[in-house]
């Protein structure tokens, strides 16, 4: 049952990213430590004067035409409050050169500070940006910064 059912992956990997990209060999993991600031001032969404710092693990793996990142890890917010986070990015190199990214990021926890935001964009070969969908203020393409993503 467990190798039909990865099969079946495979093949629904292969039809929706596109040939070579299911098959192609990946690189050995790489790890390290992440540290990130976030304040209220930078985004939105967390309470007025809300800073969370936020440390952890970034994993990135890449592979013929696809580049995976995930990381997670725990935040204390100016408060004392402790969080959970996760992160997660994959960008899929495109047949006409453009990019395909989904990325993610959030974090919940005992105060009153929690993001859910992330996006998915292609951008050209040019590096022209089209943001297909957005959620929770990810990132500013405009002046090429972070809002509430920190990663």
């Known amino acids: 049952m467990k190798r039909r ?3 079946v992956v ?3 990997g292969a039809l929706l990213l596109g040939p070579g990209v299911a098959a192609a060999p990946a690189a050995a993991p790489a790890q390290r430590p992440v540290t990130w600031t976030l304040t209220a001032a ?4 967390l309470p007025t004067g809300t800073t969370v710092t936020g440390t952890g693990t970034l994993r990135e793996v890449q592979g013929g035409r696809v580049s995976i990142e ?3 890890g725990t935040a ?3 408060a004392g409050n402790v969080y959970r986070w996760s992160y997660s990015f994959r960008a899929v190199s495109r047949s006409d050169g453009s990019e395909l990214y989904v990325d993610h990021f959030g974090m919940a926890g005992a105060g009153p500070a929690r993001l859910n935001s992330g996006l998915v964009a292609v951008i050209s070969p040019t590096g022209v940006v089209d943001v297909i969908h957005e ?3 990810p990132y500013d393409f ?4 972070p809002i509430c993503d920190p990663l």
């Open 10 to 12: 495979a093949i629904a």
């Open 42 to 45: 930078q985004c939105p969404n």
């Open 76 to 78: 204390t917010d100016q």
């Open 70 to 72: 995930q990381a997670s």
């Open 5 to 7: 059912i990865a099969g």
């Open 142 to 145: 405009v002046n090429d910064a």
């Open 135 to 137: 959620f929770g203020d």
